[in-house]
């Protein structure tokens, strides 16, 4: 079964990966070849978790989504100035491992989600 809940800590999970193996593999090319892997994986992520979002909980979706645009815009303006900091000061391979907390928090919460959504499914006993 399909389900939002579980695909999207995949695909943080990938990006993830891709975002530190970035930063730590010394051929251009092959720093180039994951870049493009990290932008793939990554853009599919935002209709992801704002459709999650809207499906959640249906009684608190406005707020949800307020919630998630609000966040999705102070992330579109943080990540890139820190990602850009951190290549001034230690290198631009350095800066693509900025992402990854982000990622890890992503995954951590969608996983969290998950099993509070099973855990409430489960029948009485």
Do not use: H
Request: glycine fraction near 14%; include cysteine; charge should be positive.
């Amino acid at each position: 079964v399909f389900s939002l809940g579980s695909f999207i800590p995949v695909l943080a999970g990938l990006s993830l990966v891709a975002s530190v193996l970035t930063g730590l593999v010394a051929s251009p090319a092959a720093a180039w070849i994951l870049v493009v892997v990290f932008g793939f994986v990554l853009s599919s992520q935002w209709p992801f978790i704002v459709s999650y979002g809207g499906e959640y909980r249906k009684s608190t979706s406005g707020t949800e989504f307020a919630l998630l645009v609000g966040s999705g815009g102070l992330g579109g303006t943080v990540m890139p100035w820190l990602m850009g900091q951190t290549a001034e000061f230690w290198g631009m391979r350095w800066s693509m491992v900025i992402p990854s907390v982000g990622l890890g928090l992503l995954c951590v919460l969608f996983i969290g989600f998950n099993m509070a959504d099973r855990k409430n499914r489960e029948p009485a006993r």
